[in-house]
């Protein structure tokens, strides 16, 4: 927290002026409750101190500076179920947010009598009723209401258009703004249907940690998920992991998911050259291949099977079959041509071996994944998943080519499949999952009589040797699946290829079963995971697996509510009626303004950018509440006052609606409206119910109520049929800012704080802000002009309307602020958030200002009435709570002020221009297959203040973009940028080209601006700058070391964190 305070301090409005809001919320189970209440209120004692002592407390002062927490909100998130306990005096249980055991118990009317007491010292915290906030939301479906957790840990692979790709890689690469498509089934499809489609997924996000199932079906494949996240059945549509049954049809995946983007390049690139010399003949060099090809994918996949990679040579075997007819030369003319040569080796069992003792060629088949494993241990290598099709395919084939075979006829009986052996069953659940790719599916055995054993044989030079054999498994392809293998896939071997088309041949074959059934599920521990939201049919698919869409995904995170407010008192015509008609255009011409604006905003994350326009919230709201009910003659605390503010809030949000679903019409609905139509609908319809209990709606023009009613009406009605084009259509913001620049005399749904107030300025001085409605009430009130000016007079003089001449006392309420001698009660803040929140999509920024003297107790009574009446949010400020009080009521006349000091102007920053004759360091690089020379000028006292780089590739547009920024680093380096800022923002940044170096210390450069500036971090910046920017030096390793060395075996690793943990999303934020 104290962290994210600085960040946010650093950030103004309009050039000038901090505003607080930077939103923190905590869960009231959260085991750090009570800190989180109290951390506030502790900073504003220390503030009271200083400024006792002599210290300048005012707003932004140096001194001001060191008090923390003040650039945020703080609130608590309560539920009904503690609210109800603070109602029964009963007990709460705080809860750890990794398992949900109790942690702590707490006495809950104790824990809001806290948040009470925080709060009358410093207005912090806040309120948010959790339990009322998602009774109201349109996204259930979509949101945090749904309480489960269903997500995938990272080692699941998802098939998408890149391949089958981690979880965890797949959020990596999200995070980095790259696009991708995945694939989901139109099984899922609200009309269900054959075959996959790809698309871009609205989010990809990080859950934090949660317990794992591992679930075992009858074909052999496995797969780990959240007890929560719902599999697609034949039987049963969705099914949650926890509750699958053997009866369950699991389905599997029928279509092809091609990896149609899939990079051709290769994940490694060997600067080496692969060099052999043949028996009596003169050396061959090849340069290795930097790109996939079909005969490299089969030689890999042959090498799995039948061949091993040591720490000094490569082979492949090959037996006498392969011999006969023709693979091992194949082969052999394949390696030959790839990397310049090999040995060919007859060994005395009939077999022959081609070897590869090149260290290159060895670094070569390690980047592409190729372990050296033991047979039982074996692995698909990494890359293949992520390789295109054409790759994949082969190297299937080279590897059943290896290990595989065609049966016909088992013990005499026909038992007609393609298998393929192996003594690791972790390699063969790979196969699987490449297979489930071409729409292939298979199973997986045990194969009998193949349990570990031991045997023992003597070598050549008679040594006794005993092996310990692994148990053996066997990967079947039958039925109707033969026909895709032989498509897609088929063998390297031209016998078993003329086998299989035999096979093919010769027989009809059974439609494949389409599902496999559950045989196990086992706790598996806890681990980070993933999820993803999918637009289209709201499925995916995960290891051949069809599993539902996120129902986790959160709008509110990581997303972003377009705003935009008008100032009622524009609406007010000549007879202090609002002006129905106009208010209804401005409000379809500014939503549909704000709904263009979704997708031509700019926005800070690229996760913010994709779910703002996937969910295209809006947050049409107004201004001046206050002033109007002024200007209308009405009490702002009085039935009248709230009937009236209700009737104009719901016209706005049904109006607001009601255009949404007009633009859907033609747009179409937003991302998420499918998987939530029938919430939202209810939601609206809710809304809609809410206008006939207005209370005191007789007091409401006709005009206005009937509009409201008609809005919504046609707000439900033309959405139910063609949906609606954003998922919140209104929120009432603070509108402090703009409320300024609209000259308004109140804010948002705020009364007037007070008929004249003055308002410190962040950077020195205030301003006098004297209520202008003042005379426009006196007038709907009866008054003669000679007697408002009088009257004006006298407020302006007293800031009080009590005792003006002509006033009735029954009008003085028409008058009342938030603060002074006529102070609304707080409980006619509250009754007015009551009355017009069921007609806020979102909720009011609202703000419940007491007088000075408030206690402790009436605001924890306010706490538990604000929920009793629906209200989603409170914050209270009591009058002098703070030491720096922004807003205030006109000081006394006799008060003396002090004159603000004059700002000293900020000096124009400097320009250290480097020496023409400088001395200079350079290094020559490579980043993937790009080559080039860094140049670095330095200053007289050895720091850098120039760099220029030469790429390999004059003329092109990398070379003419590299050009442009090194000339902004070296302006920047020149006017006092420090190296350790650049190399912080520009480190890790990945694009393209990207890849292997030929740097020691910085192996793989995400992209060359990344190798750029890791290497002049290591060449310039101190050890503890190094560390700090993640470069690893040999010292920072050193140094690391050390340190891991002196914590002990007991220290605790910190882990950073992409998904907030439960009950901390804004906090996280």
Same mark, same amino acid.
């Given at each position: 927290?104290?962290?994210?305070?600085?960040?946010?301090? !650093?950030?103004?409005?309009?050039?000038?002026?901090?505003?607080?809001?930077?939103?923190?919320?905590?869960?009231?189970?959260?085991?750090?409750?009570?800190?989180?209440?109290?951390?506030?209120?502790?900073?504003?004692?220390?503030?009271?101190?200083?400024?006792?002592?002599?210290?300048?407390?005012?707003?932004?002062?140096?001194?001001?500076?060191?008090?923390?927490?003040?650039?945020?909100?703080?609130?608590?998130?309560?539920?009904?179920?503690?609210?109800?306990?603070?109602?029964?005096?009963?007990?709460?249980?705080?809860?750890?947010?990794?398992?949900?055991?109790?942690?702590?118990?707490?006495?809950?009317?104790?824990?809001?009598?806290?948040?009470?007491?925080?709060?009358?010292?410093?207005?912090?915290?806040?309120?948010?009723?959790?339990?009322?906030?998602?009774?109201?939301?349109?996204?259930?479906?979509?949101?945090?209401?749904?309480?489960?957790?269903?997500?995938?840990?990272?080692?699941?692979?998802?098939?998408?258009?890149? +391949?089958?790709?981690?979880?965890?890689?797949?959020?990596?690469?999200?995070?980095?703004?790259?696009?991708?498509?995945?694939?989901?089934?139109?099984?899922?499809?609200?009309?269900?249907?054959?075959?996959?489609?790809?698309?871009?997924?609205?989010?990809?996000?990080?859950?934090?940690?949660?317990?794992?199932?591992?679930?075992?079906?009858?074909?052999?494949?496995?797969?780990?998920?959240?007890? %929560?996240?719902?599999?697609?059945?034949?039987?049963?549509?969705?099914?949650?992991?926890?509750?699958?049954?053997?009866?369950?049809?699991?389905?599997?995946?029928?279509?092809?998911?091609?990896?149609?983007?899939?990079?051709?390049?290769?994940?490694?690139?060997?600067?080496?050259?692969?060099?052999?010399?043949?028996?009596?003949?003169?050396?061959? =060099?090849? #340069?290795?291949?930097?790109?996939?090809s079909e005969g490299l994918a089969e030689l890999t996949g042959h090498l799995i099977g039948d061949g091993c990679l040591t720490d000094v040579q490569t082979q492949w075997i090959y037996g006498g079959d392969d011999i006969d007819d023709g693979l091992c030369g194949s082969h052999e003319g394949m390696l030959r041509e790839l990397i310049g040569g090999i040995s060919r080796q007859e060994? %005395?069992?009939?077999?022959?071996?081609?070897?590869?003792?090149?260290?290159?060629?060895?670094?070569?088949?390690?980047?592409?994944?190729?372990?050296?494993?033991?047979?039982?241990?074996?692995?698909?290598?990494?890359?293949?998943?992520?390789?295109?099709?054409?790759?994949?395919?082969?190297?299937?084939?080279?590897?059943?080519?290896?290990?595989?075979?065609?049966?016909?006829?088992?013990? +005499? $009986?026909?038992?007609?499949?393609?298998?393929?052996?192996?003594?690791?069953?972790?390699?063969?659940?790979?196969?699987?999952?490449?297979?489930?790719?071409?729409?292939?599916?298979?199973?997986?055995?045990?194969?009998?009589?193949?349990?570990?054993?031991?045997?023992?044989?003597?070598?050549?030079?008679?040594?006794?040797?005993?092996?310990?054999?692994?148990?053996?498994?066997?990967?079947?392809?039958?039925?109707?699946?033969?026909?895709?293998?032989?498509?897609?896939?088929?063998?390297?071997?031209?016998?078993?290829?003329?086998? @299989?088309?035999?096979?093919?041949?010769?027989?009809?074959?059974?439609?494949?079963?389409?599902?496999?059934?559950?045989?196990?599920?086992?706790?598996?521990?806890?681990?980070?995971?993933?999820?993803?939201?999918?637009?289209?049919?709201?499925?995916?698919?995960?290891?051949?697996?069809?599993?539902?869409?996120?129902?986790?995904?959160?709008?509110?995170?990581?997303?972003?509510?377009?705003?935009?407010?008008?100032?009622?008192m524009k609406f007010r015509r000549e007879d202090g009626e609002l002006d129905v008609e106009a208010f209804e255009h401005a409000v379809d011409v500014v939503f549909l303004a704000q709904e263009i604006a979704v997708g031509y905003s700019s926005y800070p994350t690229p996760e913010i950018e994709r779910n703002a326009k996937s969910f295209r919230q809006l947050g049409l709201g107004y201004?001046?509440?206050?002033?109007?009910?002024?200007?209308?003659?009405?009490?702002?605390?009085?039935?009248?006052?709230?009937?009236?503010?209700?009737?104009?809030?719901?016209?706005?949000t049904g109006r607001g609606y009601r255009k949404s679903a007009e633009v859907a019409k033609r747009m179409g609905s937003f991302a998420g409206y499918q998987p939530n139509a029938a919430a939202m609908i209810g939601v609206i319809a809710k809304h809609r119910a809410a206008v006939g209990n207005i209370d005191h709606s007789s007091s409401v023009p006709n005009d206005l109520l009937n509009? =409201?009613?008609?809005?919504?009406?046609?707000?439900?009605?033309?959405?139910?049929?063609?949906?609606?084009?954003?998922?919140?259509?209104?929120?009432?913001?603070?509108?402090?800012?703009?409320?300024?620049?609209?000259?308004?005399?109140?804010?948002?749904?705020?009364?007037?704080? %007070?008929?004249?107030?003055?308002?410190?300025?962040?950077?020195?001085?205030?301003?006098?802000?004297?209520?202008?409605?003042?005379?426009?009430?006196?007038?709907?009130?009866?008054?003669?002009?000679?007697?408002?000016?009088?009257?004006?007079?006298?407020?302006?003089?007293?800031?009080?309307?009590?005792?003006?001449?002509?006033?009735?006392?029954?009008?003085?309420?028409?008058?009342?602020?938030?603060?002074?001698?006529?102070?609304?009660?707080?409980?006619?803040?509250?009754?007015?958030?009551?009355?017009?929140?069921?007609?806020?999509?979102?909720? @009011?920024?609202?703000?419940?200002? @007491?007088?000075?003297?408030?206690?402790?107790?009436?605001?924890?009574?306010?706490?538990?009435?604000?929920?009793?009446?629906?209200? $989603?949010?409170?914050?209270?400020?009591?009058?002098?709570?703070?030491?720096?009080?922004? @807003?205030?009521?006109?000081?006394?006349?006799?008060?003396?002020?002090?004159?603000?000091?004059?700002?000293?102007?900020?000096?124009?920053?400097?320009?250290?221009?480097?020496?023409?004759?400088?001395?200079?360091?350079?290094?020559?690089?490579?980043?993937? #297959?790009?080559?080039?020379?860094?140049?670095? +000028?330095?200053?007289?006292?050895?720091?850098?203040?120039?760099?220029?780089?030469?790429?390999?590739?004059?003329?092109?547009?990398?070379?003419?973009?590299?050009?442009?920024?090194?000339?902004?680093?070296?302006?920047?380096?020149?006017?006092?940028?420090?190296?350790?800022?650049?190399?912080?923002?520009?480190?890790?940044?990945?694009? #393209?080209? %990207?890849?292997? !170096?030929?740097?020691?210390?910085?192996?793989?450069?995400?992209?060359?601006?990344?190798?750029?500036?890791?290497?002049?971090?290591?060449?310039?910046?101190?050890?503890?700058?190094?560390?700090?920017?993640?470069?690893?030096?040999?010292?920072?390793?050193?140094?690391?070391?050390?340190?891991?060395?002196?914590?002990?075996?007991?220290?605790?690793?910190?882990?950073?964190?992409?998904?907030?943990?439960?009950?901390?999303?804004?906090?996280?934020?």
């Amino acid at each position: 927290m104290r962290g994210a305070d600085a960040s946010a301090g !650093t950030i103004k409005s309009g050039g000038k002026t901090r505003r607080a809001a930077k939103m923190v919320v905590l869960d009231v189970a959260h085991p750090d409750v009570e800190e989180f209440i109290w951390c506030k209120a502790k900073e504003e004692r220390k503030a009271r101190v200083l400024e006792a002592a002599g210290y300048d407390m005012t707003l932004d002062s140096p001194d001001w500076a060191s008090i923390q927490y003040q650039n945020a909100n703080n609130s608590v998130r309560v539920t009904d179920a503690f609210m109800e306990s603070v109602i029964e005096n009963k007990e709460w249980n705080l809860t750890a947010r990794t398992d949900g055991s109790v942690v702590e118990t707490k006495n809950a009317r104790d824990v809001l009598r806290q948040m009470a007491e925080a709060a009358w010292e410093c207005a912090d915290p806040g309120v948010q009723y959790d339990t009322t906030i998602n009774t109201w939301h349109t996204l259930p479906n979509t949101g945090r209401i749904n309480a489960s957790n269903p997500c995938f840990p990272g080692d699941a692979r998802v098939h998408t258009t890149l +391949g089958l790709v981690r979880f965890e890689e797949l959020h990596e690469r999200a995070l980095a703004g790259e696009e991708f498509r995945v694939y989901t089934h139109r099984a899922t499809a609200k009309q269900p249907g054959k075959g996959v489609v790809a698309t871009v997924p609205v989010a990809v996000m990080q859950n934090g940690v949660k317990p794992i199932l591992r679930l075992r079906f009858a074909n052999g494949q496995e797969l780990r998920c959240t007890p %929560s996240h719902r599999i697609w059945t034949l039987n049963r549509g969705y099914v949650e992991a926890a509750q699958l049954t053997a009866e369950d049809g699991v389905f599997l995946n029928d279509s092809p998911t091609a990896a149609t983007d899939a990079s051709w390049a290769l994940p490694i690139k060997v600067e080496a050259f692969a060099t052999s010399r043949s028996r009596g003949g003169t050396a061959i =060099s090849r #340069e290795l291949p930097e790109r996939w090809s079909e005969g490299l994918a089969e030689l890999t996949g042959h090498l799995i099977g039948d061949g091993c990679l040591t720490d000094v040579q490569t082979q492949w075997i090959y037996g006498g079959d392969d011999i006969d007819d023709g693979l091992c030369g194949s082969h052999e003319g394949m390696l030959r041509e790839l990397i310049g040569g090999i040995s060919r080796q007859e060994m %005395s069992n009939d077999t022959v071996q081609l070897r590869a003792g090149s260290d290159a060629v060895r670094q070569l088949f390690r980047g592409i994944g190729v372990t050296s494993a033991r047979a039982h241990e074996k692995r698909v290598p990494r890359s293949v998943f992520t390789a295109p099709p054409e790759v994949q395919a082969a190297f299937l084939r080279g590897l059943f080519g290896a290990d595989g075979c065609v049966s016909r006829v088992e013990g +005499g $009986k026909a038992n007609r499949y393609v298998g393929l052996g192996s003594r690791s069953e972790a390699l063969l659940k790979d196969v699987q999952r490449l297979l489930s790719a071409f729409s292939v599916r298979s199973r997986i055995y045990s194969t009998s009589g193949s349990n570990a054993s031991k045997f023992a044989y003597t070598r050549v030079d008679g040594t006794d040797v005993e092996y310990s054999s692994q148990q053996g498994f066997d990967l079947r392809i039958t039925g109707s699946d033969l026909d895709a293998f032989a498509t897609e896939i088929g063998f390297s071997t031209p016998r078993k290829q003329a086998a @299989l088309e035999l096979l093919l041949g010769e027989c009809e074959r059974y439609r494949t079963k389409p599902g496999t059934t559950l045989i196990s599920r086992d706790e598996d521990g806890q681990e980070v995971v993933y999820n993803l939201t999918e637009p289209l049919h709201h499925s995916y698919i995960v290891d051949g697996l069809v599993v539902a869409n996120c129902s986790e995904y959160m709008s509110i995170d990581d997303s972003a509510c377009n705003l935009a407010s008008l100032n009622l008192m524009k609406f007010r015509r000549e007879d202090g009626e609002l002006d129905v008609e106009a208010f209804e255009h401005a409000v379809d011409v500014v939503f549909l303004a704000q709904e263009i604006a979704v997708g031509y905003s700019s926005y800070p994350t690229p996760e913010i950018e994709r779910n703002a326009k996937s969910f295209r919230q809006l947050g049409l709201g107004y201004a001046n509440l206050g002033a109007l009910l002024m200007a209308r003659g009405l009490p702002y605390d009085s039935d009248e006052g709230r009937a009236y503010a209700a009737a104009i809030t719901a016209l706005m949000t049904g109006r607001g609606y009601r255009k949404s679903a007009e633009v859907a019409k033609r747009m179409g609905s937003f991302a998420g409206y499918q998987p939530n139509a029938a919430a939202m609908i209810g939601v609206i319809a809710k809304h809609r119910a809410a206008v006939g209990n207005i209370d005191h709606s007789s007091s409401v023009p006709n005009d206005l109520l009937n509009a =409201s009613r008609k809005a919504w009406d046609e707000a439900l009605e033309i959405g139910e049929v063609n949906g609606y084009r954003n998922a919140q259509a209104s929120v009432l913001a603070p509108t402090g800012t703009i409320s300024f620049m609209m000259d308004c005399d109140t804010t948002g749904v705020e009364p007037d704080f %007070s008929l004249v107030k003055s308002k410190k300025l962040v950077g020195g001085g205030e301003i006098t802000i004297v209520n202008k409605t003042v005379p426009m009430a006196l007038e709907k009130l009866g008054h003669a002009p000679n007697e408002v000016s009088e009257i004006v007079a006298y407020i302006d003089d007293r800031n009080t309307v009590v005792g003006a001449p002509y006033v009735k006392p029954e009008h003085f309420p028409v008058f009342d602020c938030a603060i002074g001698d006529r102070a609304i009660h707080y409980m006619g803040h509250v009754k007015m958030m009551g009355a017009v929140q069921p007609f806020i999509s979102g909720a @009011l920024s609202k703000t419940i200002n @007491l007088p000075e003297k408030t206690t402790v107790d009436e605001i924890s009574q306010l706490f538990v009435e604000s929920w009793q009446l629906g209200v $989603k949010a409170v914050a209270i400020y009591r009058d002098n709570c703070k030491v720096a009080q922004p @807003l205030s009521g006109k000081a006394n006349a006799g008060a003396t002020t002090l004159a603000p000091v004059s700002g000293i102007a900020s000096p124009l920053p400097k320009r250290r221009r480097i020496p023409d004759d400088r001395v200079e360091v350079g290094r020559k690089f490579a980043v993937g #297959e790009y080559e080039g020379y860094i140049h670095v +000028g330095l200053f007289e006292d050895g720091t850098p203040g120039d760099i220029f780089v030469d790429i390999a590739k004059e003329g092109t547009t990398l070379a003419g973009l590299m050009n442009s920024f090194m000339i902004s680093v070296s302006l920047g380096l020149q006017y006092g940028v420090p190296l350790e800022v650049y190399v912080s923002k520009f480190s890790h940044m990945r694009f #393209e080209p %990207s890849g292997m !170096t030929n740097d020691a210390h910085i192996r793989v450069a995400k992209s060359i601006v990344d190798y750029i500036l890791r290497w002049m971090g290591k060449k310039f910046l101190s050890t503890d700058q190094q560390e700090e920017a993640g470069i690893l030096t040999p010292e920072v390793k050193a140094r690391l070391a050390a340190a891991y060395d002196d914590a002990g075996e007991h220290a605790a690793a910190a882990v950073a964190l992409d998904a907030p943990p439960p009950g901390q999303t804004a906090l996280f934020n």
